[in-house]
């Protein structure tokens, strides 16, 4: 595939090469380049010989610089060509279930093995031919995140109402062999995969270690737009707890046998519950965090290093702090913590009930404007408001919803502090200090 460059940075080995915006990149040593994986694999290597064209007029032209220096050349779309959408109907998907009129890229279903080694996007391997699978392993694009769900196949194809959910399970293998590493991730919904399918499933994904590296669990999130959807039931203590003694009962075998745990719940399996959330040594170095989970343990063990380290507030400070429901008890007692041992402070915690979406979703990160401004309507105690930073997108200055943070501030008559995901800078932000 011939691709345009857009435009060549400032400084780099492109620019001393002579290349320029508007010249169509060809190949780099006699390899094609087709998207983004392509472009920075085969221009690694320390020099390059680069067919280009200009005006139709084809040059070839070498390129000096370190080995896995970036070249240096940016192209109309990010991946170069389009991005892959996902070919399933999960039982459980979460875009399938938003509500109507949100902007349209939140309804874009990725499923995209270039995004999963650039910025660690699950994929389900239902749409890989192949020529991708091969390039997986002979570019050892490594680790690759994978929504596996369930390893028995005909329950993943039902589950992901795709005929090749069942047949794309032997890539597991496959990689494996390749030694690819895998972090995996199982939606587990109540009744369907859990139980003895989550053992078989927990058993099957072991005996892959090392090439697995972590397992990690959430419950399917459910909302109230599940019209024509599968029944879903939501978990309950009762539920959730049966399925975390399952997830725990294979971690703590995985910690004898591996020395490593393996088997990762995510945090709202402790929160619903009602079980204490393991310490920090539970979640070995972290490795789903962005699946939430060990999120909580992370920010309070900062947060709360952070406040014993921290000299005592003297001027009086008043904040108001929201978060989703299920964190709100834990943000409680950080915030009762941080007003004991800062005196001059203090902070009351505002729970949002997610009435936006409706079901059992309880995480900060999909509360809305509205529900902020709708619960949070003359129940202020101060003039300053804490606001997730999970909650907010694009630049940060705006709601799933589309309310931004000058509407709510006009709305609610304050003024909007942001506070970031990190515990300490979390903290820091709630006394007002600069970072
Ligand atoms: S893979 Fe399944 S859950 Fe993910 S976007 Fe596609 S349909 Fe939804």
């Not at 280009?52 to 610089?65: A, F, P």
Request: proline share 4%; aromatic share 8%; glycine share 8%.
């Amino acid at each position: 595939m011939a691709v345009k460059i857009a435009s060549v940075e400032n400084g780099s080995a492109a620019q001393a090469a002579g290349l320029e915006a508007g010249m169509v990149l060809l190949s780099a040593d006699g390899n094609a380049i087709n998207d983004m994986l392509d472009y920075e694999f085969y221009t690694s290597a320390p020099r390059l010989e680069l067919a280009v064209s200009m005006g139709g007029k084809l040059e070839y032209v070498t390129v000096e610089k370190e080995e896995y220096q970036p070249l240096g050349c940016n192209f109309e779309r990010y991946l170069i060509d389009e991005q892959h959408s996902c070919k399933n109907h999960c039982m459980f998907c979460f875009i399938d279930q938003l509500p109507p009129g949100l902007r349209k890229s939140l309804y874009f279903k990725d499923d995209d093995e270039r995004l999963s080694f650039l910025f660690g996007n699950y994929i389900t391997l239902t749409n890989l031919n192949e020529h991708e699978v091969q390039r997986i392993k002979d570019m050892r694009i490594s680790p690759i995140n994978i929504s596996v769900h369930t390893t028995d196949p005909d329950l993943r194809v039902r589950m992901m109402a795709n005929k090749r959910a069942g047949e794309t399970l032997r890539y597991l293998d496959e990689f494996a062999a390749a030694g690819i590493e895998m972090n995996c991730q199982l939606v587990l919904c109540r009744g369907i995969n859990d139980g003895e399918k989550l053992r078989e499933s927990l058993t099957k994904l072991i005996s892959l270690y090392p090439a697995v590296q972590s397992i990690a669990a959430v419950p399917a999130g459910l909302t109230d737009y599940r019209k024509g959807l599968y029944k879903l039931e939501a978990y309950d203590a009762a539920t959730a707890a049966e399925t975390l003694d399952i997830l725990e009962e294979f971690g703590r075998a995985c910690v004898e046998k591996l020395g490593v745990r393996l088997v990762y719940p995510a945090d709202e399996w402790f929160l619903l519950s009602g079980r204490p959330i393991p310490g920090g040594d539970y979640y070995d170095e972290y490795r789903q965090l962005e699946n939430g989970v060990g999120m909580w343990r992370l920010f309070h063990d900062t947060f709360i290093a952070e406040l014993e380290a921290s000299r005592r507030l003297l001027l009086p400070r008043q904040i108001d702090l929201v978060t989703g429901t299920m964190a709100a008890p834990l943000l409680q007692s950080l915030a009762e913590a941080a007003c004991k041992k800062h005196r001059a402070l203090k902070a009351a915690v505002h729970p949002i009930k997610n009435n936006f979406f409706g079901g059992n979703v309880g995480v900060a990160g999909l509360v809305t404007g509205t529900d902020i401004i709708a619960q949070c309507r003359g129940r202020l105690q101060s003039k300053l408001l804490g606001i997730p930073e999970v909650m907010l997108r694009t630049e940060q200055d705006m709601f799933l919803d589309d309310v931004t943070i000058a509407q709510l501030e006009k709305e609610l008559k304050v003024k909007v502090k942001i506070i970031p995901a990190d515990g300490a800078a979390a903290l820091r932000a709630i006394l007002g200090l600069k970072d």
